[in-house]
């Protein structure tokens, strides 16, 4: 296979496609934010970026929270609505039929059809470029119970969750492999 250069703007993808809530001074917003990931496990911490136009940008600086909510196929449409408009003039969860619920940790809201949701605490901010790292502690997880097994085991890959692929939105859904099968020893037939 032969490679080109290509623009230095390309990114590393896929990524996630999630809905971060924020609130801040009795407003709630929601935006779409592909530059997100987990960027620790102990403790676990979450790192969203945001450039300093966006509107959840200003509530998130200023409350120091936030929910990452990480939505199924079924939410491509409010995905791609609240990625493209701002909330700092309309009601995006009216709008895009997303219904709030309350966090246990943060005022920032749940998102109900959201099958995961993650609530942070800002503990870090860093200036990038044109973006702004927002480093948070994850301090509750979420979880439709559908998509825990009986001893308790997450099974993500029931949840038909979104992912952006440069300009594209994807269904993650189809197991290739399992962490560690490559060099797992095989049973010997009997």
């Not at 896929?14 to 934010?33: E, F, K, Q, R």
């Not at 493209?84 to 969860?93: A, E, L, Q, Y």
């Amino acid at each position: 296979m032969a490679k080109v250069a290509w623009k230095p703007g390309t990114m590393l993808y896929p990524v996630p496609a999630v809905l971060v809530t924020s609130h801040y001074n009795g407003i709630d917003n929601v935006c779409t934010v592909s530059w997100a990931g987990t960027v620790c496990t102990e403790p676990p911490m979450i790192s969203i970026s945001l450039r300093p136009e966006r509107y959840s940008f200003q509530l998130i600086q200023q409350s120091k929270e936030f929910v990452v909510n990480i939505p199924d196929k079924k939410l491509v449409k409010a995905v791609d609505f609240c990625g493209v408009r701002s909330g700092k003039d309309i009601d995006k969860f009216a709008i895009a039929h997303l219904n709030k619920l309350p966090a246990k940790k943060v005022k920032a809201p749940l998102i109900e059809q959201c099958p995961v949701s993650i609530e942070c605490k800002v503990t870090k901010i860093i200036q990038l470029g044109s973006h702004y790292q927002f480093i948070g502690k994850v301090v509750v997880v979420h979880v439709d119970n559908t998509l825990l097994d009986k001893r308790g085991a997450l099974h993500l890959e029931r949840a038909g969750l979104l992912c952006y692929n440069h300009g594209y939105y994807c269904v993650v859904d189809k197991q290739i492999g399992k962490f560690g099968f490559s060099v797992k020893k095989r049973k010997k037939k009997k």
